[in-house]
């Protein structure tokens, strides 16, 4: 979070890719971009008889600008991506707690 030119700013809009998919999508960073403005996917996992059965990636999108790339085999290459990911809950309440005046505990 400390390298983010605009912390709050990233993550919501990080957030609302998130929501265009549904409450299940994971989303994770890509570790070979700008550090200030990563790189990022947008994955649905996918369930089955409530077991995750796996990750679909969705989109990928420009960490600088936002804007959805068009989808390259070069995306496939998993050592480009984070091993971390979060979830759409877990980016919500991050971006809760970019806000100014957040104090943790309270509401």
């Not at 912390?7 to 929501?19: A, F």
């Not at 998919?21 to 369930?47: H, L």
């Not at 796996?54 to 804007?67: L, S």
Request: charged content about 20%; proline content about 6%.
């Amino acid at each position: 979070m400390d390298t983010l030119s605009n912390p709050l700013e990233y993550v919501r809009l990080v957030l609302d890719h998130m929501t265009g998919y549904n409450r299940d999508s994971v989303v994770a960073i890509c570790i070979r971009s700008n550090p200030k403005y990563p790189d990022y996917a947008v994955n649905e996992v996918m369930f089955e008889d409530s077991d995750p059965i796996g990750q679909v990636t969705m989109a990928i999108y420009h960490g600088r600008t936002h804007v959805e790339y068009e989808y390259d085999t070069l995306f496939d290459d998993y050592t480009l991506w984070s091993t971390e990911k979060m979830g759409f809950t877990a980016v919500q309440q991050l971006v809760g707690e970019l806000r100014p005046g957040y104090q943790r505990g309270f509401p």
